[in-house]
């Protein structure tokens, strides 16, 4: 009889703590992404503007990986039986870029992009919240890690989200650019 007590102390510890809506998990996903050489830019930016075509471009293409993302996040955690969860926060969004040139600088790499401010909201654009940014970038980067401001965003999943992205350039790629886009949330049950 002794024996039974430990487990059925575990087995009611483990049930109160369920109840409690005490589960916690990081779920990380990655999303390979591209962003294309533009094909009308001028050969070193200084005083010329950047193409407005190319930064909607940029905007629409990371966009859509980073919405994939957490499709795949949502997928995830509905697959696991997990779903409804009370909170889901972002820890953690890195581009790591995959096809690194031998001589890098800011025409190759992701240090073409100098700052990036990541918004979300309903998707009829109400109750934007910044989540993500990442600001004076290293002009050879290879690896951008944003800086993640600790937001619940479940209400935004629940409700169907868009993705704002304000970025500022400071040159035009000189060849296509390979990432993954590497995110990290973390869910409580």
Known sequence: MKKLYPTLAFLIMSIFIVSCGLIEFDFDTS?????????????SIGDFEIPAEFKEALTSQLNDVISNSFDD???????????????????????????????VSSSNTLGF??????????????????????????????????????KNIISYIDKGFKLRIDSKLRDCPSQDIDFDNKITVHVKL
């Not at 697959?79 to 870029?97: C, E, F, R």
């Not at 990541?118 to 109750?127: E, N, V």
Request: glycine content about 2%.
């Open 31 to 43: 999303t390979k992404g591209k962003v294309e050489k533009p094909s009308i830019c001028p050969p």
């Open 113 to 150: 992009i100098s700052e990036m401010n990541i918004y979300i909201s309903l998707k009829d654009g109400s109750k934007e919240i910044s989540f993500a940014d990442i600001k004076n970038t290293d002009t050879k980067a290879t690896v951008l890690k944003f800086n993640i401001i600790n």
């Open 73 to 103: 996040i949502i997928k995830e955690v509905k697959k696991q039986d997990t779903w409804p969860a009370d909170s889901i926060v972002l820890k953690k969004l890195n581009m790591v870029q995959t096809n690194i040139p031998n001589s």
